[in-house]
């Protein structure tokens, strides 16, 4: 939503039901599903989706901002764990549960992590800061390659949601990433 205002209630009831139908055809078709259905299956127009959610990228972050924003938490909390190996392994299964939230959000997700201007790179700023210490923290304990960089950590991540989609457990394939991503 663009306006800080309140919302009017007949305005407030679209938004909730653009989003709950966005959730359910993204859920059945993925993030490329059509906006027009969207706005057919919730009851509007589709200028009504467009005054909400600008573009495709607004509409995901209102989706995805509140999960976004709860991993960044629990990466602060993992911050405290003694295991700072164990602690990003499972900073890293939550970010794959969300990343494969639905088809095609892996990779948008690790295009927006290069695109300074995109909706996706702006929600996912607390999760980037608290993953770079997570990284910073198994690095450092001597258990994660000292030569990664934080944003190559979560590429990988996000590449094994990709595949995951395309065929593959999603936590196997975590696994292995993290087999290549360990000291030796």
Same mark, same amino acid.
Request: hydrophobic share 45%.
């Given at each position: 939503?663009?306006?800080?205002?309140?919302?009017? %209630?007949?305005?407030?009831?679209?938004?909730?039901?653009?989003?709950?139908?966005?959730?359910?055809?993204?859920?059945?078709?993925?993030?490329?599903?059509?906006? &027009?259905?969207? /706005?057919?299956? /919730?009851?509007?127009?589709?200028?009504?989706?467009?005054? @909400?959610? =600008?573009?495709? &990228?607004?509409?995901?972050?209102?989706?995805?901002?509140?999960?976004?924003?709860?991993?960044?938490? %629990? %990466?602060?909390?993992?911050?405290? &764990?003694?295991?700072?190996?164990?602690?990003? *392994?499972?900073? /890293? *299964?939550?970010?794959?549960?969300? $990343?494969?939230?639905?088809?095609? #959000?892996? $990779?948008?997700?690790?295009?927006?992590?290069?695109?300074?201007?995109?909706?996706?790179?702006?929600?996912?700023?607390?999760?980037?800061?608290?993953?770079? *210490? #997570?990284?910073?923290?198994?690095? &450092?304990?001597?258990?994660?390659?000292?030569? #990664?960089?934080?944003?190559?950590?979560?590429?990988?991540? @996000?590449?094994?949601?990709? %595949?995951?989609? @395309? $065929?593959?457990? =999603?936590?196997?394939?975590?696994?292995?990433?993290?087999?290549? #991503?360990?000291?030796?």
């Amino acid at each position: 939503m663009s306006s800080t205002r309140p919302l009017r %209630a007949d305005a407030r009831r679209n938004y909730e039901r653009l989003l709950a139908e966005a959730r359910a055809v993204f859920g059945e078709s993925g993030i490329d599903a059509s906006l &027009e259905e969207i /706005a057919r299956r /919730a009851g509007v127009g589709i200028g009504t989706l467009y005054r @909400h959610f =600008p573009s495709r &990228e607004v509409l995901l972050e209102a989706l995805l901002g509140a999960r976004f924003d709860a991993q960044a938490e %629990a %990466a602060e909390a993992l911050l405290g &764990e003694d295991d700072p190996l164990a602690a990003l *392994r499972t900073f /890293a *299964r939550g970010m794959l549960g969300t $990343a494969t939230t639905f088809r095609g #959000l892996s $990779a948008a997700t690790a295009d927006a992590l290069n695109d300074e201007t995109s909706d996706l790179y702006r929600a996912c700023r607390g999760m980037r800061s608290a993953a770079a *210490r #997570l990284v910073a923290r198994a690095q &450092e304990s001597g258990q994660l390659r000292a030569d #990664l960089a934080p944003d190559e950590v979560l590429l990988m991540v @996000h590449a094994a949601g990709w %595949a995951s989609e @395309h $065929a593959g457990d =999603p936590e196997r394939l975590l696994d292995l990433v993290f087999a290549g #991503l360990c000291s030796r």
